[in-house]
């Protein structure tokens, strides 16, 4: 079973960084995609960014700019850094880690970022 832990995250200025990291118990050089979603509290959870195994990097509408995913595959940690946060950026993100063939999704278990205003 693959664990990804999750770490960062917390009480954030508007205006101000993030950075979120995604520790996985398996090689994500592995995995077909990488990525971060999240959701707001009474929302859908949604895409924040994603990136292949071939290493494109692919955002979600008006994400792009202001948040940059990367990965580290020789200590196999997954990054999502933001700037310039907004309070509509308060949600719990989710790391995620998937394999195409068979299809499976593996998640961590959430960090909750909050923006002040």
């Known amino acids: 079973q693959v664990q990804l832990v999750e770490s960062g995250g917390g009480l954030v200025q508007a205006g101000g960084f993030l950075k979120l990291s995604c520790a996985s118990s398996r090689r994500i050089a592995s995995f077909n995609f990488v990525g971060w979603y999240r959701q707001a509290a009474g929302k859908e959870r949604e895409m924040v960014a994603r990136m292949t195994d071939g290493g494109r990097r692919e955002y979600a509408d008006n994400k792009e700019g202001r948040f940059t995913i990367s990965k580290d595959n020789g200590r196999n940690i997954i990054y999502l850094n933001g700037r310039n946060l907004k309070p509509e950026d308060t949600a719990v993100y989710y790391c995620?880690?998937?394999?195409?063939?068979?299809?499976?999704?593996?998640w961590g278990q959430g960090a909750q970022v909050t923006v002040s205003s």
């Open positions: 995620y880690a998937a394999d195409v063939s068979p299809s499976r999704t593996f």
